[in-house]
């Protein structure tokens, strides 16, 4: 009997010590939803707009019972992790020996999403340069189809190319939309705060 109580407590002590020093629910989260999408097939186009869908439960909530902002950020985490699943960018990056990093996000909120209310996340690539492919992520209320919230991401490649990894996907030349203004600004902000944090931590200099 003592014997199965110790067991058990060393148990306990592991899942206590596992919870606390890991984010154990993100990562089974994002396991989980690389695992469903890629049994629910892929898909061929590969800038086409993919669906995940969601709603709002009571530990997402701030104190105002609207969707807390960390939600919000693992939600589009979650659901990109199921668009490059689904559209092959992930096996196709690994073709190359590449991995893709966010560097970049921006988030505009419109209207708070409220307790119980379902929702639908929207992902596709809007854009891509030389570095980086860029996504849209928008979180649409089921309830009377407002866009409540607009995320813009930029998907660092490292080691590879963004029209390569697309160019072997898709067995052809895959020609970039055109980016937008909001989008070319936000690119231009990043460049310019970009070269304000290298001056000002001496980087520049180093590299001359």
């Keep these: 009997m003592n014997d199965v109580r110790s067991m058990l407590l060393w148990i306990l ?70 668009y490059c699943t689904r559209n092959g960018l992930f096996l196709a990056a690994r073709a190359f020996d590449a991995s893709m990093l966010i560097g970049a996000t921006t988030i505009r909120y419109r209207r708070s999403l409220a307790f119980g209310e379902a929702f639908e996340l929207r992902t596709r690539i809007v854009a891509w340069d030389e ?35 697309l160019d072997h996907l898709c067995k052809r ?14 690119i231009r902000f990043i460049s310019a705060s970009s070269q304000a944090l290298r001056a000002e931590s001496g980087l520049d200099e180093k590299t001359k």
């Design 13 to 82: 002590s592991g899942f206590l010590l596992l919870f606390s020093s890991f984010d154990v629910w993100y990562f089974l989260r994002a396991t989980w939803m690389v695992i469903k999408s890629w049994f629910q097939g892929p898909v061929r186009d590969v800038l086409a707009e993919q669906v995940v869908h969601g709603r709002v439960f009571l530990h997402d909530l701030d104190f105002m019972c609207h969707m807390n902002n960390a939600r919000y950020l693992r939600e589009c985490d979650f659901a990109r992790y199921a």
């Design 131 to 165: 570095k980086s492919f860029y996504l849209e992520q928008r979180f649409v209320s089921k309830t009377d189809g407002f866009v409540s919230a607009v995320m813009l991401c930029r998907q660092n490649v490292i080691g590879g190319n963004p029209q390569t990894i």
């Design 173 to 186: 030349k895959v020609d970039c939309p055109e980016i937008s203004e909001d989008l070319q600004h936000w």
